[in-house]
């Protein structure tokens, strides 16, 4: 007569079974993402109409990239660009770097996935699934050779992360129910961590707002996408407070936030610390266009393009501005002229390493 297996046994095939459906899973919706040209949970991208206007480089293959292992980020020489690679094959979701001289050529390809990325100061910090089962997400923080220093966990799904130019902290946007600001119906948590301990040493949930001097609030306040200043202390937010959206200037020392322009979503400091680009939101809800505001005479220009963007820009440099859209990173000038172009095919949360 033949035994029947015992608990331990069962508990164990359970588990295992377990683990093997994670990982399918795992790999099945980044493939997904991948061929449908969606982004992680929580981030709504809308496919863009201009990606058939510029016939040649979307006819780019995922056959036609070279890639080779990255051991660190001086696997690419010269200035370079890291992001999340998206070619649908066994390398989809994890970091690379590439050149920004030929950016399409070959990519070097790290073992560390991630669904977010940022760096800064030999500081990187990559926002990825964790917790029992993959089933939560922590901030992995990484230095140039791609190991991992410490990781934290972090609530909810990811939307948007950032890191100083120093690499000292690290900001981290979540959704806690899994919505996007697209529907109106939505609750983040955007905090700032110590890189060199994991502590969090602000959450923007907590800290007063002021609005023309005096005291601003609302329960229901959303804080969202933060740019950090070059001076270890100031730093700019997007605050949502029902259909309204502000540009807020913060201070870590002051641990205050003051509201300083109106009609603004996910900030991005150029490299001069003089302009932010940002998105606004046009016509319908969730139809966003490029914007740069110059912090000095506060005067704004649109940017070229007229498909829907959700992103939070990224400077290639002073003078054009870089965005994610249907896992291609594009390129528009910063001054409002010309048109924008792909600068890089099969990626997303692009970086630029200055």
Not at 8 to 17: G, Y
Not at 161 to 175: C, E, I, K, L, N
Not at 330 to 340: C, D, E, I, L, S
């Amino acid at each position: 007569m033949r035994r029947r297996p015992g608990p331990r046994v069962i508990l164990f095939a359970l588990i295992v079974v377990a683990c093997l459906a994670s990982s399918v899973v795992y790999v099945g919706r980044a493939v997904a993402r991948a061929h449908s040209s969606a982004p992680p949970p929580g981030i709504h991208v809308t496919h863009g109409a201009s990606l058939a206007s510029d016939p040649a480089p979307a006819t780019i293959k995922p056959t036609a990239i070279r890639t080779t292992a990255a051991a660190s980020l001086m696997a690419t020489k010269g200035p370079k660009i890291l992001f999340v690679n998206m070619i649908p094959d066994s390398t989809v979701g994890k970091l690379a770097v590439a050149s920004l001289a030929n950016p399409n050529s070959s990519r070097a390809v790290a073992d560390l996935r991630c669904e977010r990325v940022y760096y800064g100061g030999k500081r990187g910090i990559c926002v990825a699934r964790g917790g029992p089962l993959n089933s939560s997400y922590v901030a992995k923080v990484f230095d140039p050779s791609f190991k991992v220093l410490r990781e934290f966990s972090l609530p909810g799904v990811p939307s948007r992360a950032r890191v100083s130019s120093d690499g000292h902290y690290g900001a981290t946007t979540m959704f806690v129910r899994g919505d996007n600001y697209a529907s109106g119906n939505f609750s983040t948590r955007t905090a700032i961590f110590d890189l060199r301990t994991g502590k969090q040493v602000a959450n923007l949930e907590t800290m007063p707002v002021f609005r023309n001097g005096e005291r601003f609030s609302n329960r229901n306040f959303n804080f969202w996408g933060v740019t950090f200043a070059h001076d270890d202390d100031h730093f700019y937010a997007s605050l949502g407070s029902g259909s309204k959206t502000f540009l807020l200037k913060g201070s870590m020392r002051a641990h205050t936030l003051r509201v300083i322009h109106t009609k603004v979503e996910c900030p991005s400091l150029s490299p001069d610390q003089t302009r932010i680009a940002f998105k606004r939101s046009v016509g319908t809800r969730g139809n966003w266009r490029l914007t740069v505001l110059n912090l000095k005479t506060m005067r704004e220009t649109r940017l070229a393009g007229d498909d829907p963007i959700d992103d939070q820009a990224e400077w290639l440099d002073s003078k054009h501005v870089l965005y994610g859209n249907d896992n291609v990173v594009w390129k528009v000038p910063a001054n409002g002229t010309g048109k924008p172009t792909k600068l890089l095919m099969y990626a997303y949360s692009p970086v630029v390493i200055r």
